[in-house]
Every structure is written in structure tokens, then in C-alpha cells.
């Protein structure tokens, strides 16, 4: 199946990168873009946000499973879900794509940029950029906060909703029949998720 190709500029100069992967549906079409086009991504799943722990484990085994239908390098990143609620602390009523979600960003992008530099590699980017639940804007300070965080790392700051790839990736979905979530992940947009349904009903 033919698809737009879409507006991205690579950072000079990458062939080899990290990939923060929220979740397999979110990863499929930019993966298969950037293998399209030369690049090597390594997956790093790190999302100790994701509540409850049962969930956690679907969406991880879902990204791994398809990193190797492809013969993707894939990392396991911890799930210390106890740290993530004390980072944001103090924001737990805050509305999706509020200032928890900008903290949560923050600590997970900060994540893979270590592991990027932990791997010798320069360039890391992330699939959170895809998704219609959060602020591109907010993502992209993250990721460049990350990157001053830690030295000698670039955060390639792409909308990969773009050119075709969020289309793209609802065929994927179909294609690899993978567990599609209903909510970002962590207990409070969970339970935002379902104030909203029952407000339907």
C-alpha cells in the first residue's frame, strides 16, 4: 500500500538513533519510515507511567513483539511506576495535557537521552510526537530540555502525525492486529477516560 511520503528532514549526518516508543500502534509507522529510509532505530521502551501494571505489560509485550517481526533492536527500559508518581506529585488533577503530562514527559525523554548517550549514539526522538492525545508543543520543549539535560545528545523534534504517517499507522494497526488502548496510560487520564464515558451515557 503506497503512502504520502511525508515532510521530515533527518539531522545530518544520522544513520543510527533511539526511538522512545510509547506503544507498538504509535511506533509501527514511523519505524517502518525510517527503515524505509535508511535509519537504524533502536526502540526504548520506557513508560513507567502506564497504570496498572497489567496494561503495562500488554502495551510492552505488544512493542517488542513488534521490533522483532522486523528485526528492530528493542530495550526494555524499568517500570518503577512508585518514582513516576512521586515525580508527579502534587499534579494528579491536572487535565490531560496540563503540567503533569509536561513532568511526565520530561522524565521519560531525560530516560532516553541517557540511554542514548549510554549507547554511543547522538540522536533520539519519540513516538509520543504521534499521538492525538498529546501537545506536540509540550513534547518538543521536553525533548529539548532532555537534551540539555544530557550532554552530547540531539533531540530530533519531528510531528509524526504527518505526511500521511497517522493514517499509516491505523492500517499498521489492522495489519498486525495490535492491542490498540483506549487512554494515554497512567490512573488519572484513566479515570478522566472514564468521567468522559459515563458524561456520554
Not at 74 to 103: A, F, L, Q, T
Not at 105 to 125: C, D, E, P
Not at 130 to 146: D, T, V
Amino acid at each position: 500500500m503506497k503512502h504520502k511520503t511525508p515532510p521530515i528532514v533527518v539531522p545530518e549526518g544520522t544513520e543510527r538513533l533511539l526511538l522512545h516508543a510509547c506503544c507498538a500502534p504509535c511506533s509501527s509507522a514511523i519505524v517502518e519510515w525510517m527503515l524505509a529510509n535508511g535509519l537504524r532505530p533502536t526502540i526504548y521502551y520506557f513508560n513507567p507511567n502506564i497504570f496498572p501494571v497489567e496494561e503495562y505489560i500488554i502495551r510492552k509485550d505488544e512493542s517488542k513483539r513488534h521490533a522483532d517481526s522486523l528485526g528492530v533492536e528493542w530495550i526494555d527500559g524499568d517500570y518503577d511506576h512508585e518514582h513516576w508518581i512521586s515525580c508527579v506529585k502534587g499534579m494528579e488533577n491536572e487535565p490531560e495535557r496540563g503540567r503533569r503530562c509536561e513532568c511526565c514527559f520530561r522524565m521519560r525523554l531525560i530516560a532516553a537521552a541517557k540511554m542514548t548517550k549510554q549507547l554511543g549514539l547522538n540522536v533520539f526522538t519519540t513516538t509520543l510526537a504521534s499521538s492525538r492525545w498529546k501537545n506536540i508543543g509540550q513534547i518538543a520543549k521536553a525533548g529539548i530540555e532532555a537534551q540539555e539535560a544530557v550532554s552530547g545528545t540531539l533531540f530530533w523534534a519531528q510531528n509524526w502525525r504527518k505526511g500521511g504517517l497517522y493514517e499509516r499507522r491505523n492500517q499498521l494497526l489492522r495489519d498486525f492486529a495490535f492491542y490498540n488502548q483506549q487512554y494515554c496510560g497512567c490512573e488519572y487520564s484513566l479515570k478522566q477516560r472514564e468521567l468522559t464515558k459515563n458524561q456520554e451515557i
